[in-house]
């Protein structure tokens, strides 16, 4: 009996639909690009995957000076060769790296986009963990942010102060916000290029912060970037004078908001996690906490407050127990003006 011996690959007989759920699942840009040179299927079905992360290694800011970045002997030989040839600078390979927009143009139909930025952008002092999760639109739609000083023994008692704790957590509370904004700011290229994107989330690898966009965001979003650029995103011309504030040109402008504090001294939950100074905060356009009555408007935002810092943290039990508790706390308003 002679037996015929087959000669194809095995991935031929794989159908398209189920190579692209396969992409989807790694999901790893990186990944993806590599799989495009292991053959010519592959290579044009890579770019159909709608469902992609994109790890970010470093975030180069438009208004970064080279020297910033450079060592002493580069800057030194860079600085010799602008004397001897002041139109050709000596090339910096971390300025040929492409922004996430470029990359990102390799891929045809993208539906689920999350970006993974390399590090958190807030500076907090040791012992100080901070949380936040943002929604955006054309603007700031919700803000969560949960902070405390994590405890392995004694506390310091200035922390707890009146005074000093309230500026230390109204501090904790505009950075979010600024982070935040910058977040959105820095993905609105990928959003106007990308029209059939769905959902979009930009997260860190330490877990600091997210901002999200659904559909109804990310409509909002283009058609604001299309009809008032001008008016919901700050002119880095006008405002950018030199002084090193690089938050007036390289975020989004955070509307006027109404904050809801809530915050407890001390806080030991139930896995034995000690939290000094835990603090909750919820943030809304004050647009979008005014109208109806004023007693009823309360209610509601007290109940709404409920599902979008429980939503927030649901992946996590110990953060999700300390939200909970803190739900329960008197609560404090806050509000400012736009910035």
């Known amino acids: 009996m002679a037996f015929e011996y087959d000669n194809s690959d095995g991935f031929d007989r794989i159908p398209d639909p189920l190579i692209h759920v396969i992409f989807n699942q790694i999901s790893d840009i990186k990944t993806l690009i590599r799989c495009r040179s292991v053959s010519k299927r592959f290579n044009s079905l890579v770019p159909q995957a709608d469902s992609l992360l994109l790890r970010v290694d470093r975030v180069i800011s ?70 936040w999760k943002a929604d955006f639109g054309k603007t700031l739609k919700s803000c969560v942010i949960l902070g405390f000083r994590s405890c392995d023994g004694e506390a310091p008692a200035a922390e707890l102060g009146a005074g000093g704790g309230l500026k230390m957590r109204v501090v904790w509370t505009i950075s979010a916000l600024i982070a935040a904004s910058a977040r959105q700011y820095m ?62 040109s390289n975020r989004t402008t955070v509307p006027a908001v109404r904050m809801r504090m809530r915050h407890e001294a001390r806080m030991e939950l139930s896995g034995g996690t000690r939290m000094v100074g835990a603090t909750l905060v919820v943030v809304r356009p004050i647009s979008s906490s005014s109208g109806g009555g004023e007693r009823s408007n309360e209610v509601e935002e007290q109940n709404g407050d409920v599902g979008l810092a429980l939503g927030a943290f649901r992946e996590d039990l110990v953060y999700c127990e300390a939200v909970e508790r803190l739900l329960k706390s008197r609560s404090y308003i806050l509000e400012m003006n736009s910035f």
Do not use: Y
Request: aromatic fraction near 4%; glycine fraction near 8%; include cysteine.
């Open 62 to 131: 438009a208004t970064d000076s080279d020297e910033d970045d450079d060592s002493f002997l580069i800057a030194f030989l860079r600085s010799i060769i602008k004397f001897l040839s002041p139109t050709k600078p000596l090339p910096n390979p971390t300025r040929s790296q492409n922004s996430p927009a470029q990359i990102l143009r390799e891929f045809e139909k993208i539906r689920n986009l999350q970006i993974e930025l390399p590090s958190g952008d807030l500076r907090l002092e040791k012992g100080t963990i901070i949380r």
């Open 187 to 248: 993905m609105m290229e990928v959003v106007n290029e990308h029209k059939e994107l769905e959902n979009l989330t930009i997260k860190d690898r330490e877990n600091e912060g997210r901002v999200v966009m659904d559909m109804k965001g990310l409509r909002e979003c283009r058609d604001c970037r299309e009809g008032e650029e001008n008016n919901e995103v700050n002119n880095g011309g006008s405002s950018g004078n030199g002084d090193g504030l690089w938050w007036r």
